[in-house]
């Protein structure tokens, strides 16, 4: 199926979409094997996201992650158009639009096997685009860092109903609808967005979105933050038909995982 075709089929209309109710963590499509886009011949044969099954999937000693982020950041809070050539495009809610905060350069790093790369955004999916046999959360994080070489990895974080997050509620006080002006949020703990533990999943996939960009860096954490239901239900209620990308075929690429037996 051409991404065009599977964007319309996936997009509604904001006004008269109902928002998605509960928080299971189980989704009926959560069994359908990968779309569409590798199989149509599309960008390539390491994309992603993928699903992380135990027999793909082998324990190692991964380099350890030396998180730089910082806990009082200015991040300017703007939405991501797909849309912007289309007459409706404010109203529509295209799966691979988002909310985005963005970072000034230098302000969060994170280094591992020596390399530092930069944190230059972070932004949301609902529901997760990463599972975990057939586990989805409703919500993912992407905080994506670049190298002084242009080199991309993503850590994701994935978020669980529980207790308030206040850095996520402030962020979400700023979720900035299309075709409105960016709004600036200061005193972000960029670093209580993270999980304590730093375990993860480590694979070689592809952005998300077009132009689904191969050779990056994938770095699930293991452990999900929490938000509180209603902070969760705020985004949500922002992409009430989601906006994730399906998991995509793993091709022979093996998940290595530093989190212990599944
Ligand atoms: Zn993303």
Redesign the pocket.
Known sequence: MLRTSHSLHRRALLQGAAVVAGLTALSSSAGASATSTTSAGGPGSRQSPIRIRPSTTEPAHLPTLHVHYPHDATVTMTYVREDADEPDGCTVRGDEE?VRAELPPGVGSLTVAGVTYGLRQF?W?TPS?HLVVAREYPI?M?F?HQDSSGHTL?VGVWVTPGPTNRTLGHLYDHLVSECTADDPVGHIDVGALLPRRHTSYRYDGS???APYTEGVQWVMLTDPITASPRQIDRFRAMFPTGNRRDVQDLNGRVVRTDRGPF
């Open positions: 988002t932004h999916h685009e993912e992407h994506v993503v952005l998300t979105t």
